[in-house]
């Protein structure tokens, strides 16, 4: 298509053109995307009406108004774009070393685990549970190890209250005037169960210094210590809050023995 343009002073005449990009997948081509070219030809005239008549003259075609793209051009470019082009289908590898191949034909559970994770990828997802039975979706749909979900179950009866936990440490993280007020009154502290499953065995093995967990600890009236630069909270008349046992109730502490 001929256009004209307007550089700095003389009116000049270019060519619009589009040329199809593709990709080769799997020995076939898909359009990928387009270039764009704008090619200058010459100067018209410093005068729209004698440039347009020049244009016609040079083209044979009736002349357009000013191009404004093109304003302020004296030089041939091109871009390239490929917005609104789907090379890959969804059941196909968008990028790695399996690019273009079929997700659902894939047996490399580490790969499908990494792509998984790196595009949110519902059918390498998908594929991997059904390659690796040590994967598996989660309630919410996440993508979760049989091992990681074995040990979410314990630390979901550790918060409903169900287990009885023991202080390896004492609290940590305890912010008196948080910057978000959701922080308010929260306190991380360490705990080890003794196990009476298998689920619960997995849960010590995973965490063999205690599992951190998050509490409320604004009924507790916390007191600020530090021991050798380290600064740690104890439950104020409380040297240490270690080897305390207590359950999580409605996400608060309750000491069962103190010691």
Known sequence: MKAIGFANKFYTLWDLSVEPLYTEVNGQHRQSGEKHNRTYYQNLSTDLDKAQARFTELTGLSAPSPHEDLRGHTRSWSTTTSQGFQVYLDDEFKFGKYIGEKITESTDADYLSWYAQ??????????????????????????????????????????QGNLEVTAVSNFKGYDQDPEYKEERGIAWVN????????????????????????????DL????????????????????????????????PVILLQN
């Open 118 to 159: 790196q595009d949110d990828c519902e059918v390498a997802t998908k594929r991997l549970c059904e390659v690796d039975t040590n994967y598996l979706l989660d309630e919410n749909g996440r993508l979760t190890t049989v091992k990681a979900n074995r040990i979410k179950s314990v630390f979901t009866e550790i918060y």
């Open 191 to 218: 705990v080890t169960i003794d196990p009476t499953n298998e689920d619960e065995e997995l849960f010590c093995e995973d965490n063999p210094y205690g599992a951190q967990i998050k509490v409320d600890v604004t």
């Open 221 to 252: 009236n916390l007191q600020r210590k530090h021991f050798r630069g380290h600064e740690y909270f104890t439950p104020k008349g409380m040297r240490s809050f270690k080897k305390e046992v207590f359950t999580v109730v409605n996400n608060k």
